[in-house]
């Protein structure tokens, strides 16, 4: 019985003239098919080898169902690993959704570059080899003021730089209460330790005074470093120093003062009520000799790290052999470079960089696009809308205290939970990401397009039909 059963099996053959196949196959490459052609038999095989006498005569081979299935999970293998989301978590610099979007003109001058050849280290005036970092040196100075500026790969590669550059070998003092760790794999006393640098701990968690810091300088100390406690804060009984008053010591000192800002926003985001993050200028003002800061956190753009400082420390970097480790590519450049300009046009900026628009947002605009995002939803059969106030954050480990005020919208379908719905949204071919709280669905406009609504519309109908 079983014998008859795999006999009638289809040959990898029979399945590659289907003309379902055959249409696959003009469009992506054999290989995905072969590959789950085979897979799709061996479990026939799996299954009719598990049959027993229960089920053995209601077992079928269905010739039209494993092509459809075939045809189906080739089509899943021939989509890029790496795919679009849409994002409605309301969650703005979201790390496990790519952090910072782009601007689309940013995009475009970054794609004329990169499908051409371009001047990355040609100095066009001498016709002889230039720096990748000349090119942006003169932006960035004059947005932050800062003597000079160097850029790598991220903002742990910046600080590992600078530390590496400046200290080696020697103490780095910080405050205790400054030890930070971002996201898992960066640690600052790990990040002191892969530096050769050795770590002078100072103060207590929730207090840090000056003369700590005055205490624990010795001829040994290269530096004294300030990190921004960008995902976390220290409240209640505490005292911590301003970069200023440890300039002042600093400079007494003879010892370079550096801050990790973390976020780095290069405009005052206090005029939208989200205080609390300094800007790069605040640290270099108030005395910072050397600023580093991430590019896709609160300046909207691409991954990389930002250094600003005195042109001497910087030199110092650029000829380290780990600036070569750390280089950054001409498309992250190119994106930067157009991110940076459009910082010279404050209004057009808060338009155009998606990060700060998506976070600057109003609530009566909030409020509207929700209303339009329901009466799109409730087209659909079946489903209950309702719009909801909402708080929600920034992200990146940015500003964990900030509450952005908005609305949400509150999604349910009779006969399906909610815990059914997020999943099959998330797996729609168009992963869509929404959050459960206090066990209702919801979503966020903040982070969605508008174009994002209909695709929303088509993935609930599918999944409720
Ligand atoms: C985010 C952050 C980092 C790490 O920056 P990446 O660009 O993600 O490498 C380091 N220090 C601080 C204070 C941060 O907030």
Same mark, same amino acid.
């Given at each position: 019985?079983?014998?008859?059963?795999?006999?009638?099996?289809?040959?990898?053959?029979?399945?590659?003239?289907?003309? /379902?196949?055959?249409?696959?196959?003009?469009?992506?490459?054999?290989?995905?098919?072969?590959?789950?052609?085979?897979?799709?038999?061996?479990?026939?095989?799996?299954?009719? /080898?598990?049959?027993?006498?229960?089920?053995?005569?209601?077992?079928? =081979?269905?010739?039209?169902?494993?092509?459809?299935?075939?045809?189906?999970?080739?089509?899943?293998?021939?989509?890029?690993?790496?795919?679009?989301?849409?994002?409605?978590?309301?969650?703005?610099?979201?790390?496990?959704?790519?952090?910072?979007?782009?601007?689309?003109?940013?995009?475009?001058?970054?794609?004329?570059?990169?499908?051409?050849?371009?001047?990355?280290?040609?100095?066009?005036?001498?016709?002889?080899?230039?720096?990748?970092?000349?090119?942006?040196?003169?932006?960035?100075?004059?947005?932050?003021?800062?003597?000079?500026?160097?850029?790598?790969?991220?903002?742990?590669?910046?600080?590992?730089?600078? !530390?590496?550059?400046?200290?080696?070998?020697?103490?780095?003092?910080?405050?205790?209460?400054?030890?930070?760790?971002?996201?898992?794999?960066?640690?600052?006393?790990?990040?002191?330790?892969?530096?050769?640098?050795?770590?002078?701990?100072?103060?207590?968690?929730?207090?840090?005074?000056?003369?700590? *810091?005055?205490?624990?300088?010795?001829?040994?100390?290269?530096?004294?470093?300030?990190?921004?406690?960008?995902?976390?804060?220290?409240?209640?009984?505490?005292?911590?120093?301003?970069?200023?008053?440890?300039?002042?010591?600093?400079?007494?000192?003879?010892?370079?003062?550096?801050?990790?800002?973390?976020?780095?926003?290069?405009?005052?985001?206090?005029?939208?009520?989200?205080?609390?993050?300094?800007?790069?200028?605040?640290?270099?003002?108030?005395?910072?000799?050397?600023?580093?800061?991430?590019?896709?956190?609160?300046?909207?753009?691409?991954?990389?790290?930002?250094?600003?400082?005195?042109?001497?420390?910087?030199?110092?970097?650029?000829?380290?052999?780990?600036?070569?480790?750390?280089?950054?590519?001409? =498309?992250?450049?190119?994106?930067?470079?157009?991110?940076?300009?459009?910082?010279?046009?404050?209004?057009? !900026?808060?338009?155009?960089?998606?990060?700060?628009?998506?976070?600057?947002?109003?609530?009566?605009?909030?409020?509207?696009?929700?209303?339009?995002?329901?009466?799109?939803?409730?087209?659909?059969?079946?489903?209950?809308?309702?719009?909801?106030?909402?708080?929600?954050?920034?992200?990146?480990?940015? !500003?964990?205290?900030?509450? !952005?005020?908005?609305?949400?919208? =509150?999604?349910?379908?009779?006969?399906?939970?909610?815990?059914?719905?997020?999943?099959?949204?998330?797996? *729609?071919?168009?992963?869509?990401?929404?959050?459960?709280?206090?066990?209702?669905?919801?979503?966020?406009? /903040?982070?969605?397009?508008?174009?994002?609504?209909?695709?929303?519309?088509?993935?609930?109908?599918?999944?409720?039909?």
């Amino acid at each position: 019985m079983k014998n008859k059963l795999f006999r009638m099996i289809p040959k990898i053959d029979e399945i590659l003239n289907d003309a /379902r196949v055959i249409k696959y196959l003009e469009e992506y490459p054999r290989v995905y098919l072969i590959n789950a052609s085979n897979e799709k038999l061996n479990s026939i095989r799996n299954q009719i /080898r598990s049959l027993d006498d229960s089920n053995i005569l209601k077992f079928k =081979v269905d010739f039209d169902e494993i092509v459809n299935e075939v045809v189906k999970n080739a089509t899943l293998k021939s989509q890029t690993k790496l795919r679009r989301v849409i994002n409605a978590t309301g969650v703005v610099i979201h790390t496990n959704m790519g952090r910072s979007l782009l601007s689309e003109k940013a995009l475009s001058n970054a794609l004329k570059l990169a499908s051409n050849y371009n001047n990355l280290e040609l100095n066009l005036e001498t016709g002889k080899r230039g720096s990748r970092y000349d090119h942006l040196e003169e932006l960035i100075t004059m947005i932050t003021g800062a003597e000079a500026c160097h850029i790598v790969n991220n903002n742990a590669a910046a600080v590992m730089l600078v !530390l590496a550059s400046m200290a080696s070998g020697k103490e780095v003092i910080v405050s205790r209460s400054e030890l930070v760790e971002i996201g898992g794999s960066f640690r600052v006393p790990d990040i002191m330790k892969l530096s050769s640098c050795n770590l002078v701990e100072v103060g207590c968690t929730n207090k840090t005074h000056l003369l700590d *810091y005055q205490n624990a300088i010795s001829e040994e100390t290269a530096m004294i470093l300030k990190v921004h406690t960008s995902n976390y804060k220290i409240m209640g009984f505490t005292e911590s120093q301003s970069v200023g008053d440890l300039a002042i010591l600093a400079k007494a000192e003879n010892i370079p003062l550096v801050e990790d800002i973390g976020s780095g926003s290069l405009i005052d985001l206090s005029k939208f009520g989200i205080a609390g993050e300094p800007t790069v200028m605040d640290s270099l003002q108030a005395g910072a000799d050397v600023v580093t800061f991430s590019g896709d956190k609160l300046l909207g753009g691409p991954q990389c790290g930002i250094i600003v400082g005195k042109k001497e420390y910087i030199d110092k970097m650029k000829k380290h052999q780990l600036t070569r480790a750390f280089r950054v590519d001409k =498309v992250i450049l190119s994106l930067l470079e157009t991110t940076l300009r459009e910082y010279l046009d404050e209004e057009k !900026l808060l338009k155009n960089n998606p990060t700060l628009s998506m976070i600057t947002a109003d609530k009566v605009a909030l409020l509207n696009k929700t209303k339009a995002f329901k009466n799109v939803l409730d087209e659909i059969n079946g489903l209950n809308t309702e719009i909801v106030e909402a708080v929600s954050e920034v992200g990146g480990g940015s !500003l964990p205290l900030t509450e !952005l005020y908005g609305f949400n919208l =509150v999604v349910s379908v009779d006969g399906i939970s909610n815990e059914k719905l997020k999943t099959a949204l998330r797996e *729609y071919r168009i992963p869509i990401i929404a959050r459960i709280n206090d066990d209702k669905l919801l979503f966020d406009v /903040r982070t969605l397009k508008v174009e994002e609504f209909d695709i929303i519309k088509t993935a609930l109908k599918e999944i409720i039909a």
